[in-house]
């Protein structure tokens, strides 16, 4: 039984190296392969030869990564077959353990090697940088605090997902509550939200235990690694070489001097329209007019074939790229039981084209959905002639860029699904939205700088930080009688727990996307022209000169965010 909408997929280049008929899910068939390869490391005395072992280990890397996304999305669209949960698990659990260590292996014997010298130096830059600084990382005193740390994370998701309340007579998910938060009736909105944060903070002791031994760990972890805190740290294991924790402060106050300012009009506005003296958190979600919610289109069928016609009159490659997910049944888009929740888009490596799944249902969030995955298709489609598997995926900072860049550009021809003013309602929830995101990763992002840079803090001084953070960045939202629940607001935001500073790298992205967009406005075909550019270079280039491709300037300073913002809302004036 095929479980995949797909099926057989050639893959973009014959292998030369990998044996047709190999199974991939078999690991005594591939320990051999990364025998061969060891050995020859040390016989490939000229550069030729140590890039052909190079890219041999590039197509190895490429097939078991295939391999492993084919079983993932197998069991993601089928949930409810036993036979890709098998086929998953197995490959999990018999596979990956083995594969880390002779993957890791082979770095060292990179690192060693002495042809790595003789390498074009442009070429391998990133690549060269990003496995010296792994190796140099490693130290094997911290596989068991990583494991430890793991564990603490599963703790986590499983208190927060064990989290129900009981809602007039039933039983709810708090995701389920969330949607109640769109309800007119504002007393059935406090409600549900009153419900909602009681029910946490029941859970508030357990949530600080676990940060405060994920805190002590990742401590003991860099400073088994050489460094003073968790944050040099994580920078450093984070490959960030090109932007540095002084930045990210500059970051978070340029957020607070240009963004906040359009924040609190926002609210202000949305306070007036509900004829709101305070805005209260139950306050935030609710359409401002009490308008019913969009309805984009009526079937996924009907989602696709508009969402095409979107891009064709964006530009007719990026057409084309699209019509190509379609044609080679690349797309598992509709809501149906036995798939598991969400959306992501994946890349089946070795044939080197993208895989987008989402459960569309027929509101305005799954076109924004459709339109942010129909971007990372196109930057692993653009990405599809480079040899180096590596090189075919770049860091979170720009792939972010790749994907939130077409919500904005693809939301200029909204009107393929809606009338125009319907449109203008999509745009304005779509950049009201990104303004808003802004101060919450400010609060994520400059809450762990302080977490991890205070590592003998109290749970007093703890909390004393976080609203601090709250206080810049929280806006007018009046939540009086509800202290405790704004206090302790950090505990449902999973990246802190399982993500450290990961936040921040959206937040960096959706400035390019911003940039992107400002740019389209004053050019569209220059716009267009250097984002198309700038995907075909993957990773193979640092995040500097990624962005400088895509015409946007690698900085998070009040300098690049003024004018954008100042963009942002002279375009929601007009809506
Ligand atoms: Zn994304």
Redesign the pocket.
């Known amino acids: 039984m095929n479980l995949l909408p797909f099926g057989k997929l050639p893959p973009a280049k014959p292998r030369s190296f990998v044996p047709e008929t190999i199974d991939l899910g078999d690991w005594p068939q591939i320990a051999p392969l990364f025998d061969q390869l060891e050995a020859r490391a040390a016989q490939a005395t000229g550069a030729a030869a140590f890039e052909k072992w190079l890219l041999d280990w590039s197509e190895l890397s490429a097939a078991l990564d295939e391999e492993s996304s084919r079983r993932n999305i197998a069991m993601t669209c089928h949930t409810d077959n036993d036979e890709a949960e098998k086929a998953y698990l197995h490959f999990v659990e018999n596979v990956e353990p083995q594969l880390k260590p002779r993957q890791f292996a082979l770095e060292k014997l990179y690192v060693s090697h002495p042809q790595r010298k003789n390498l074009p130096k442009s070429r391998y830059q990133v690549f060269d940088r990003d496995v010296a600084n792994h190796v140099e990382l490693f130290r094997p005193e911290n596989v068991a605090l990583e494991t430890e740390e793991a564990k603490l994370g599963q703790q986590y998701q499983k208190l927060i997902g064990a989290q129900t309340v009981k809602f007039r007579g039933e039983e709810k998910t708090l995701v389920q509550m969330g949607r109640l938060l769109e309800e007119p009736d504002r007393a059935l909105r406090e409600e549900a939200w009153t419900l909602v944060a009681n029910r946490r903070l029941q859970d508030a002791d357990k949530c600080e235990e676990i940060m405060e031994a994920l805190i002590k760990l990742r401590h003991q972890i860099a400073v088994n690694a050489g460094f003073e805190n968790y944050l040099e740290y994580i920078f450093r294991q984070k490959g960030r070489f090109d932007y540095t924790p002084a930045d990210c402060v500059k970051f978070h106050d340029a957020i607070e001097s240009e963004i906040m300012p359009a924040v609190r009009e926002i609210q202000n506005e949305r306070g007036q329209k509900l004829g709101l003296e305070k805005l209260r958190p139950w306050d935030l979600a609710v359409d401002p007019l009490n308008r019913a919610p969009l309805k984009p289109f009526a079937n996924v069928e009907e989602m696709v074939s508009r969402t095409q016609k979107i891009f064709n009159s964006l530009d007719a490659e990026l057409a084309t790229d699209f019509k190509e997910l379609h044609d080679k049944k690349l797309l598992d888009l509709d809501n149906r039981k036995g798939k598991a929740p969400g959306g992501y888009?994946s890349t089946l490596s070795e044939a080197r084209v993208p895989f987008i799944f989402m459960n569309a249902v027929g509101v305005q969030r799954d076109v924004e959905t459709i339109l942010?995955?129909a971007?990372?298709a196109f930057h692993a489609q653009a990405t599809r002639d480079e040899d180096l598997y590596p090189y075919r995926s770049a860091p979170i900072e720009f792939?972010?860029v790749a994907?939130?860049a077409m919500e904005l550009l693809g939301n200029e021809f909204l009107e393929e699904f809606y009338t125009t003013n319907e449109a203008n309602r999509a745009r304005k929830t779509h950049l009201e939205g990104i303004i808003g995101f802004f101060p919450w990763m400010a609060v994520v992002d400059g809450f762990q700088h302080w977490l991890y840079t205070h590592p003998g803090h109290t749970r007093a001084e703890r909390k004393a930080a976080y609203l601090k953070l709250m206080d810049r960045f929280g806006g007018e939202v009046d939540y009086s009688s509800f202290e405790e629940a704004r206090a302790h607001s950090w505990h449902r935001q999973l990246h802190i727990f399982l993500y450290p500073f990961y936040y921040v790298e959206y937040g960096i992205a959706q400035l390019g996307a911003l940039q992107v967009w400002a740019n389209s406005k004053a050019n569209h075909a220059q716009a267009l022209g250097d984002y198309k550019m700038s995907l075909t270079l993957g990773g193979s280039r640092p995040l500097p000169e990624l962005f400088a491709a895509a015409g946007c300037p690698f900085d998070f300073s009040a300098k690049t965010i003024a004018p954008l913002i100042q963009l942002a809302r002279t375009e929601l004036k007009k809506l």
Do not use: A, T
């Open positions: 888009q942010h995955e971007g990372h792939c972010e994907s939130m």
